[in-house]
């Protein structure tokens, strides 16, 4: 069956990056797009932007662009989020989720990689 | 603020009929497909429907959504106990090129 595995939790210092990993199965990788979407505790979800492990395309939230990137490699299997100049702000549950050419249709989803920020 | 305005809460008792609306404008629901997602308690998000009114496989068709202009619904008839989760819609905005999320309606089954 179709599987995205994410990365363990992480603990970082503001100004910090972070990677977090999605290793994915079951399905043709390079068929399908990937997704990354965040939740704050107790709250709802924010969508963070989109790659294409095909083409290498990406296509990021306005409110992280300059500061995120998207990658994968595709002998892997495993696409990867790299957010930098982390803030408390950016404390949150972070998952990766599958998608087929309709943003918006996310299916299914990693179990999520809490990333803390913290002094 | 959400672009998507949800209701915070709804709550019906098992066996019942509940709604939980969805409202946007012609930039997003008013042009887009709608999406809707339950997050169960401490899991990730599950498709619930996607293309507006579409149930993936597994999905009891007590679940169904309707879509009306600018705004769309999720109904959950015969409610069950497993039913308490919090409920997503979602779709892409043309102005604002991303996806927006509702900020979510937490049903509490009495």
């Known amino acids: 069956q179709v599987q995205l595995v994410q990365s363990g939790a992480e603990v970082k210092k503001p100004g910090a990056s972070v990677r977090v990993s999605c290793r994915t199965s079951g399905y043709m990788f390079i068929n399908y797009e990937i997704n990354w979407v965040r939740q704050a505790t107790g709250q709802g979800l924010e969508w963070l932007g989109w790659?294409?492990?095909?083409?290498?395309?990406?296509g990021y939230s306005q409110q992280f662009q300059g500061r995120i990137t998207m990658t994968s490699d595709n002998t892997k299997t495993t696409a990867y989020m790299e957010l930098r100049n982390l803030t408390s702000a950016d404390t949150a549950v972070y998952y990766c989720a599958r998608s087929s050419g309709f943003l918006g249709w996310f299916d299914p989803w990693g179990q999520g990689t809490l990333v803390t920020v913290s002094s | 603020q959400s672009v998507l305005t949800q209701p915070p809460s709804v709550s019906g008792t098992p066996g019942q009929r509940v709604t939980i609306s969805c409202s946007g404008s012609s930039s997003n629901i008013g042009s887009n497909y709608i999406y809707w997602y339950q997050q169960l308690p401490g899991t990730a998000p599950k498709l619930l429907i996607f293309?507006?009114?579409r149930r993936p496989s597994g999905v009891p068709d007590r679940f169904s959504a309707s879509k009306s202009d600018s705004s769309t619904s999720l109904a959950i008839s015969g409610l069950r106990p497993e039913d308490e989760a919090d409920y997503y819609c979602?779709?892409?905005?043309?102005?604002?090129?991303?996806?927006?999320f509702g900020g979510g309606t937490k049903l509490t089954v009495l």
């Open positions: 790659m294409n492990p095909d083409s290498g395309k990406t």
């Open positions: 979602a779709t892409w905005d043309d102005s604002l090129s991303r996806v927006l």
């Open positions: 293309r507006n009114n």
